[in-house]
């Protein structure tokens, strides 16, 4: 007699083995664009052509031990060498077919014990005042860089979408709270703070409104400063100061 149970989803269910991984977007703003913290995939000291594989956004496989915060940590430092800065878990991804498509195949079979394996990835979305870091590549990235958000490539697996999810869920957060300042340089000017929301949110902004609506925050402080080195007429700068 059979006294197998079975199962409703099918009788591979049980068994099924997967990865999971985290994948990190990284917004950078500086000044003028909203970008994207990409990496090249590579091999030290393996050359594998310019093109041969995609750029990707930093991400990697949990260890056993590690919880998916420290794992978001880790991995963005050892692929970009980035470090303490703003992290926030905004979704996860797990289509059955999302680390599948033929042009990933090769790389995959390089990187991975298990290539053949399903992932499912976390996603976290960071925030970062552009001028303040400089990536610099290592373990299996042979580039790190800043790519214009509206200039984003084809990217490996569904990394696209894993940014589009990222910019919905950041765009959802900067209506309710204030990490965009995160985004932000210490001084900045109420042009480039209007900017910013206008590319977050995707619309342009009343200027006359939006200074009037700024004034109200009494975390933005105006300094008895201007901008210098500017072919134009220089702005006041501003910074922002926490309320406790």
Known sequence: MN????????????SLTFDVSVDNVVFGFDGEELQVLLIRQGLPGEDMGAERFHMAVPGDLILPE?????????????????KDIYLKQFHAFGAPDRVFDEKDREW?????RYPNRRVVTVGY????????????????????EWCPLADIPTLAFDHNSIIKAGLEKLRE???????????LPEKFTLGQFQRLHEIILG??????NFRKNVKRMAEVVPLDEKQAGVLHKPAQLYTYRRQD
Not at 3 to 14: E, H, I, K
Not at 108 to 112: D, E, S
Not at 125 to 144: G, T, W
């Open 3 to 14: 006294t197998t149970s079975s199962s409703p989803l099918g009788p591979d269910v049980r």
């Open 108 to 112: 995959l079979t390089k990187i991975r």
């Open 125 to 144: 979305y960071s925030l970062v005042a552009l001028e303040d870091y400089r990536p610099k590549p290592s373990s299996f990235a042979s580039r790190a």
């Open 203 to 208: 619309k342009a902004l009343d200027k006359r």
């Open 173 to 183: 957060d900067v209506v309710h709270n204030n990490i965009i300042f995160e985004l």
């Open 66 to 82: 590690e919880g998916l915060d420290e794992a978001a940590a880790r991995i963005l430092s050892n692929l970009t060498s980035i």
